[in-house]
């Protein structure tokens, strides 16, 4: 995974993006975003959308349902998250494997 070191603001000097493999468009998302765009796609009900929205966002999401490396960085967050004492984590559980 090919990964990017540049400074996007002052608050996240050494926020390390990666190249997703499995996004369209050459997506750059950072690790932390792509753990959360796991666990998420973990949520996802079988209902079909209705609203063009909510069905890009079920497309996008279901790519990311199975990553391998969405996985590893969700299990990277909780246990970053179980270390510190789960300070207001929305997403303590790194989903199946």
């Not at 765009?37 to 909510?54: G, H, N, S, T």
Request: proline content about 9%.
């Amino acid at each position: 995974m090919v990964t990017f070191r540049q400074p996007i603001s002052k608050d996240a000097p050494d926020m390390e993006l990666i190249l997703c493999p499995r996004q369209p468009g050459r997506l750059r998302i950072s690790r932390h975003a792509c753990a959360l765009r796991y666990l998420e796609a973990q949520k996802m009900k079988r209902k079909i959308p209705i609203w063009e929205f909510d069905m890009a966002r079920a497309a996008g999401l279901e790519i990311c349902k199975k990553c391998p490396q969405g996985r590893e960085n969700a299990a990277s967050i909780s246990l970053q998250t179980t270390l510190q004492g789960n300070n207001g984590n929305r997403h303590p559980d790194p989903g199946p494997k």
